[in-house]
């Protein structure tokens, strides 16, 4: 049980310490794959919007909110990204 509250505990502490997200560059090295040189990997592969993923070319600079890591654990705030995909897929209609 201990362990099932940790992961929560850890998001709610990263929120204390760094309330406000700094935007992260991080480049695609493949669809839905990001890599920056300071920050953990974002592994978007296996997400609702692969279609979204696939219109951009790898090699691309997606920024991304992150909140700085507090305890080896950063925090993305992926709310823009589902803002920018919805209007992806609205406009495909």
Known sequence: MAVAATYPG??????I???EPAPVA?????TAHFEH???PAIDQRS?????????LEPGT???FPVHKPALGFALVDMSP???????FYRARK
Request: hydrophobic share 30%.
């Open 17 to 19: 310490v760094s309330p």
């Open 26 to 30: 991080y480049k695609m090295t493949e």
């Open 10 to 15: 850890i998001q709610r502490y990263t929120l």
């Open 37 to 39: 040189s300071s920050y």
């Open 81 to 87: 990204v589902y803002e920018k995909s919805r209007a």
């Open 61 to 63: 600079d997606v920024v």
């Open 47 to 55: 997400s609702n919007i692969e279609e979204y993923w696939q219109s």
